[in-house]
């Protein structure tokens, strides 16, 4: 999210007030998603797909945000709809239920599920349309989860979730006052998340255990703390070491670090998560408060370890 210090104090608390409903929805969606796996990040030379996605224009699209502080998009699938999904950037896959997935033919007749929550498994939607975003062959989990149904039973319909594969392929910015979102593309065209976790479940696509691979990751330079008791906004940058991209960008210690790449980082785990998906030389804003003023800085991480 592309939000300003002054804009991110405006949805701070409702954002905390929300996190326990929002993280309860999702833990009990996705529980398994906690087992260890990982995605890929994007090649450095894209593919004509990728490269096709940056051509694309930016579009705005609605949002309602629901008394549960959810956001809530209007999609069609297979055409068909609208239907109203929550759009979630902490879920892993898309979710739609059953009635969605038999009334759009994402379940075909003779399909066999699983048992518990009615689960219908992992299908592919043939197409994904979020106002004038269409995307084609999406993979989704059909589903009646019993929290997703409580929230369309005391808010009025909900069909199910918009997750990563739709939202990893995008910029994406929130205007809370006109309750609008703007996606630019990024170029990035994910693989099936919830495939590639059943193969590390599994041990690998072939049953035989992935060797581990050690990459080289972007050198930033810095570290960042945050007290138990510490409810200010973004995290204390306790180091900066001499040499490094943050030192040549001018980041000091004693700064509060509020976003990197327009990404809140309201903890250490919110500051590695956004440090690890800025790919070696790509030039950034990092927001700091110093000295009672937010200064914005521009680092490059270096390729290294």
């Not at 996705?30 to 004509?48: H, I, Q, R, V, Y």
Request: charged fraction near 25%.
């Amino acid at each position: 999210m592309n939000l300003s210090s002054t804009e991110m104090k405006k949805v701070k608390s409702k954002r905390r007030n929300a996190s326990g409903r929002r993280v309860a929805l999702l833990a009990s969606v996705f529980t398994f998603a906690f087992l260890p796996f990982s995605f890929s990040a994007p090649a450095e030379d894209k593919t004509a797909e990728e490269k096709k996605k940056l051509d694309e224009k930016p579009v705005t699209v609605p949002f309602e945000l629901l008394k549960s502080r959810h956001m809530a998009v209007m999609v069609k699938v297979n055409g068909k709809g609208p239907y109203k999904l929550i759009f979630d950037t902490g879920a892993p896959t898309n979710l739609v239920n059953n009635r969605l997935a038999k009334d759009a033919g994402v379940t075909k007749k003779g399909d066999k599920g699983g048992l518990m929550f009615g689960m219908g498994g992992a299908k592919t939607m043939d197409t994904l349309e979020i106002g004038g975003v269409k995307l084609e062959k999406v993979p989704v989990m059909v589903m009646d989860h019993p929290t997703v149904t409580a929230i369309s039973n005391a808010l009025g319909p909900i069909d199910g979730i918009v997750g990563f594969p739709f939202f990893a392929q995008y910029k994406t910015t929130v205007d809370y006052q006109k309750k609008e979102l703007t996606f630019t593309p990024n170029g990035y065209v994910p693989g099936d998340v919830m495939q590639g976790l059943m193969n590390k479940m599994m041990g690998g696509s072939k049953g035989k255990p992935e060797p581990n691979v050690a990459a080289p990751a972007a050198v930033w330079g810095f570290a960042v703390d945050k007290a138990g008791k510490d409810e200010a906004d973004g995290v204390e940058v306790k180091e900066v070491f001499a040499g490094s991209p943050a030192a040549d960008a001018g980041l000091k210690a004693g700064d509060r670090l509020l976003t990197l790449d327009g990404r809140w980082t309201d903890t250490v785990a919110d500051t590695f998560t956004a440090a690890s998906l800025v790919k070696p030389g790509r030039a950034v804003a990092v927001v700091v408060k110093r000295g009672g003023k937010d200064v914005t800085l521009t680092v490059k991480p270096a390729k290294g370890l």
